[in-house]
């Protein structure tokens, strides 16, 4: 159960799904909505009755354009009941920048747990040539290299965006955003659903209501993540968690579903408010 409540990859995923990609393919489309949006958390199932309740939030904002990168601001606070008094909370912050070409990402995260200290991370990685260079100032300074083929999260939604509208169902990256301790990649498949046209009713929440929404279609993403380490020693093929929500064509997500293999966890959009984009010069 504790897995919930780490840096979590599919939430900080869900950061640069909301906020959407930059340049690239997308580019053609105009600017990327700023933002920011507020999610409701909620236990939608618990597979092997090991969590009674949970119930948390999560709070971002976004600012930036193609030009001069992204930066996310992000925080996720969560409670699980696991029952018989015992009850984990968790404060996950979040703040980072990813260039829009997706050569450059730098990040801070820092989780709590109870009344623990915090656990922190501090790094930056560059892309070049063939291969990324990593530099880890937390937990302690180290400096290492990925293979060039490795993509950031704002790039990872840029790519599924790019596969739906070419009509693609399936997409796998290796992708690393510098959770858990800066030092780990995911393998990640992503499965993508028929298209949802923009005049196809709904339930109702801020995004499907709000004008710079109502027009935009939106496609039905799945994806899962896979510890690559775990792969390549034992040929592990369960994932860690998968995450489903709904992605617009303008990067902004919906409908949330967090899937920790023994229980299941639920994002309703409690918030959306459009901010002022500021052009690239």
């Given at each position: 159960m504790m897995h919930l409540f780490r840096t979590s990859l599919g939430v900080m995923a869900l950061a640069a799904a909301a906020f959407g990609p930059g340049g690239g393919a997308l580019a053609a489309n105009g600017p990327f909505l700023a933002h920011q949006a507020l999610y409701d958390l909620s236990l939608v199932k618990s597979r092997s009755n090991s969590v009674n309740s949970a119930r948390g939030r999560i709070l971002y904002n976004f600012t930036g354009n193609a030009c001069e990168g992204y930066t996310s601001e992000f925080r996720q606070v969560s409670e699980l009941d696991s029952g018989e008094g015992k009850i984990t909370l968790s404060d996950l912050r979040s703040n980072s920048w990813e260039d829009g070409a997706g050569k450059s990402y730098r990040f801070k995260i820092e989780t709590r747990m109870n009344e623990a200290d915090a656990g922190r991370v501090d790094g930056s990685a560059e892309r070049d040539g063939d291969h990324i260079n990593v530099k880890l100032k937390l937990p302690a300074p180290k400096s290492f290299t990925l293979d060039g083929k490795v993509v950031f999260p704002t790039?990872?939604?840029?790519?599924?965006?790019?596969?739906?509208?070419?009509g693609k169902s399936l997409l796998e990256l290796s992708v690393y955003d510098g959770s858990d301790d800066g030092q780990k990649v995911y393998n990640?498949?992503?499965?993508?659903?028929?298209?949802?046209?923009?005049?196809?009713?709904?339930?109702?929440?801020?995004?499907?209501?709000?004008?710079h929404m109502k027009s935009l279609k939106r496609w039905p993403v799945t994806v899962s993540y896979f510890d690559r380490d775990a792969q390549q020693k034992e040929g592990e093929q369960t994932p860690v968690y998968a995450m489903s929500f709904e992605l617009y064509e303008n990067g902004v997500s919906r409908q949330l579903v967090l899937d920790y293999n023994d229980f299941v966890i639920s994002g309703a959009m409690g918030k959306f408010d459009v901010k002022d984009t500021k052009p690239c010069n």
């Amino acid at each position: 159960m504790m897995h919930l409540f780490r840096t979590s990859l599919g939430v900080m995923a869900l950061a640069a799904a909301a906020f959407g990609p930059g340049g690239g393919a997308l580019a053609a489309n105009g600017p990327f909505l700023a933002h920011q949006a507020l999610y409701d958390l909620s236990l939608v199932k618990s597979r092997s009755n090991s969590v009674n309740s949970a119930r948390g939030r999560i709070l971002y904002n976004f600012t930036g354009n193609a030009c001069e990168g992204y930066t996310s601001e992000f925080r996720q606070v969560s409670e699980l009941d696991s029952g018989e008094g015992k009850i984990t909370l968790s404060d996950l912050r979040s703040n980072s920048w990813e260039d829009g070409a997706g050569k450059s990402y730098r990040f801070k995260i820092e989780t709590r747990m109870n009344e623990a200290d915090a656990g922190r991370v501090d790094g930056s990685a560059e892309r070049d040539g063939d291969h990324i260079n990593v530099k880890l100032k937390l937990p302690a300074p180290k400096s290492f290299t990925l293979d060039g083929k490795v993509v950031f999260p704002t790039e990872q939604i840029q790519r599924i965006i790019a596969a739906a509208k070419e009509g693609k169902s399936l997409l796998e990256l290796s992708v690393y955003d510098g959770s858990d301790d800066g030092q780990k990649v995911y393998n990640t498949l992503t499965v993508i659903g028929q298209p949802i046209p923009a005049d196809r009713s709904t339930a109702s929440d801020p995004s499907t209501s709000d004008e710079h929404m109502k027009s935009l279609k939106r496609w039905p993403v799945t994806v899962s993540y896979f510890d690559r380490d775990a792969q390549q020693k034992e040929g592990e093929q369960t994932p860690v968690y998968a995450m489903s929500f709904e992605l617009y064509e303008n990067g902004v997500s919906r409908q949330l579903v967090l899937d920790y293999n023994d229980f299941v966890i639920s994002g309703a959009m409690g918030k959306f408010d459009v901010k002022d984009t500021k052009p690239c010069n």
